[in-house]
Antibody
Framework: QVQVVQSGPEVRRPGASVKISCKTS????????LHWVRQAPGQGLEWLGI????????IYAQSFQGRVAMTRDTSTSTVYLEVGSLRSEDTAVYYC???????????????WGQGSLVTVSS | EIVLTQSPATLSLSPGERATLYCRAS??????LAWYQQKPGQAPRLLIY???NRATGIPARFSGSGSGTDFSLTISSLEPEDFAVYYC????????FGGGTRVEVK
């Protein structure tokens, strides 16, 4: 069965960076893109971007360009999200979610990780 | 950016009742719209994609309709596990979500 397992909670100071991992299993890693979506406490959902594990191609939401980086390791079926220049408004649960489309980019999310809480506080 | 406006913000209903949730887009998204359910402390779950297609394993009591700018999600008869927050999502660049509708027990 498909599993998406994320790394644990992180606490960072403003201005620092954080790197979150998302390990997948139960399907062919390179056949499906992966997205990152975040949710601030008590708030709605915000899309950060997408990575194609096959070639490593990424597309970032404009509001995050220059501050986030998505990478992948095909040997471990893992994708990573790094967010830099953290500020208090980046405090959120960050989710990794698989794209619904096989060998295409559907931009719907069918399997989600459990979320990684990132707290930014001085 | 396409803004998705969900209504009502909160829906208070009893188990067994019919629930209808709405999502309006600021401009046409054709049928490129999905619905998700989220329970406290959990990740969202895909219910409906392409406006009316149920995702794998989603019960038949969930149905979606609409096209262009106006969409709806209907739960034909609420089960206890359906009380949650529901989000719509469109996939035009940039991808955006609605603000959510909370379905609570009356």
């Amino acid at each position: 069965q498909v599993q998406v397992v994320q790394s644990g909670p992180e606490v960072r100071r403003p201005g620092a960076s954080v790197k979150i991992s998302c390990k997948t299993s139960g399907y062919t890693f390179t056949n499906y893109c992966l997205h990152w979506v975040r949710q601030a406490p008590g708030q709605g959902l915000e899309w950060l971007g997408i990575i194609n594990p096959s070639g490593g191609t990424t597309i970032y939401a404009q509001s995050f360009q220059g501050r986030v980086a998505m990478t992948r390791d095909t040997s471990t079926s893992t994708v990573y999200l790094e967010v830099g220049s953290l500020r208090s408004e980046d405090t959120a649960v960050y989710y990794c979610a698989r794209d619904h489309g096989r060998l295409r980019w559907d931009y719907y999310f069918d399997y989600w990780g459990q979320g990684s809480l990132v707290t930014v506080s001085s | 950016e396409i803004v998705l406006t969900q209504s009502p913000a909160t829906l208070s209903l009893s188990p067994g009742e019919r629930a209808t949730l709405y999502c309006r887009a600021s401009r046409s998204v054709a049928t490129s719209l999905a619905w998700y359910q989220q329970k406290p402390g959990q990740a969202p779950r895909l219910l409906i994609y392409d406006a009316s297609n149920r995702a794998t394993g989603i019960p038949a009591r969930f149905s979606g309709s609409g096209s262009g700018t106006d969409f709806s999600l209907t739960i034909s008869s609420l089960e206890p596990e359906d009380f949650a927050v529901y989000y719509c999502q469109q996939r035009s660049d940039p991808l955006t979500f609605g603000g959510g509708t909370r379905v609570e027990v009356k």
